[in-house]
């Protein structure tokens, strides 16, 4: 089992589209890369904590790569624009990879610069190393199950 949290927009439809893929084990939302401890949903939205709102996804990597992992995160939303995925409009909101160990770096760095490459992209995705994570409210857990809402993604 390996572990990987991307910030994507926001989390309640890039959860989803995660969430269906064949050897995803679990997905959760919550927060990363920030400077408060233990933030509230309403914390992250003000903008004053710097986490994103962020994918914790746990996946059987003898099912699907990090690799593949990565084309689909490039696919499932706009990796050119910074603090932003369509309406949405904040630093919660940015491209970010997290990773947990050295060769999930590696193989997201290349993957950045190939697809940034193929498509003729300016991409302003982050990527760093996992540190804290902040388990998101309940409410927002499998939202879009729950709700049965639709998102842009």
């Known amino acids: 089992m390996e572990k990987v949290l991307f910030g994507a927009g926001c989390f309640w439809g890039v ?3 995660f969430r269906k893929l064949p050897g995803i084990i679990r997905t959760e939302v919550g927060y990363s890369g920030g400077i408060t401890n233990n933030p509230s949903y309403e914390d992250v939205c003000k903008g004053n904590t710097n986490h994103a709102e962020v994918v914790f996804i746990e996946y059987n990597k003898d099912e699907i790569s990090f690799e593949e992992l990565l084309v689909y995160f490039w696919s499932c939303h706009n ?3 910074l603090n932003r995925q369509g309406p949405d409009i ?4 940015r491209s970010v990879i997290f990773y947990f ?3 999930q770096k590696k193989i997201a760095e290349k993957s950045k610069q190939d697809y940034s490459k193929s ?6 995705t982050e990527i760093s190393e996992a540190k804290e994570y902040y388990k998101a409210e309940e409410y927002h857990q499998k ?3 729950k709700t049965g809402l639709h998102c842009a993604i």
Do not use: A, H, S
């Open 15 to 17: 959860e989803e589209k």
């Open 79 to 81: 990796p050119t624009t």
């Open 90 to 93: 904040g630093t919660q909101y």
């Open 101 to 103: 160990n050295n060769n």
């Open 119 to 124: 498509n003729n992209l300016n991409i302003v």
């Open 143 to 145: 939202y879009i199950q």
